[in-house]
């Protein structure tokens, strides 16, 4: 019996991974119908920087592309290499990159360029305050407030299994924001983690007749947090 449900439970798992990742090869379509994504993600929990570019067909939504040869993409000084589970390309780097241009080669020799920025570093303070699970719980960031196109996400993840929850504010202007007390309420009791990150969207500089875009994500490293009843 725990075998099956231990099936059961990895079916929509590896269901969710599979369509996910489904991809064509560039080759099997119009290379003016390719949507190009492209990401720079600061991790301050590794102290490592990745260039990411994703290809899909058509839209933001369309399926994955491998890109086929010649087709290239890179950034930094290096191309970018393929990773299959995911179906992006990537490239890490030590610390923070300020900026990185990658730069796209379809199979026509079409070169796309865009250059993309770091967005604002954002941390906890030095000290957080304990949960209280009947109040809401205002953390403040240290950083610059909520800028144009970005958002400011914040996970808690309670001592129990699948209880995280997310929080997120995109207020101009913003220098905290309020986690509400009806998703704190179903977090466990206990010692808790918790981390944040400042996310910006840009209009892409270069792309095909179906367009892409930009976005770049400032990740801080995760700490711990006490919840109470």
Partial sequence: ???????????????????????????????DSIYG?????????????????EFHFGSALGTKLELSDPA???????????????????????GVEEELTF???DIDGNTFSNTVSQTDPIAFPASLDPIEKGAAYTLSWVGNPVGPSETITVTVNGPNEGDAKIFTTTDPGATSIILGVDKLGDLGLGTGRIVMERRKDAPIQEGTSKGGAIWVRYVTATEEIQINE
């Fill in 72 to 94: 290239t993409v890179s950034a930094g000084g290096g191309e970018l290499s393929w990773k299959p589970l995911l179906a992006y390309y990537e490239k890490d780097f030590a």
């Fill in 37 to 53: 994504e492209y990401r720079l993600v600061y991790e301050a929990g590794e102290d490592k920087s990745y260039a990411r570019a």
């Fill in 1 to 31: 019996m725990n075998n099956i449900k231990h099936a059961l439970f990895l079916l929509p798992l590896l269901s969710m991974i599979f369509f996910s990742c489904v991809r064509e090869p560039s080759d099997s379509v119009s290379q």
């Fill in 103 to 105: 730069t796209y080669t």
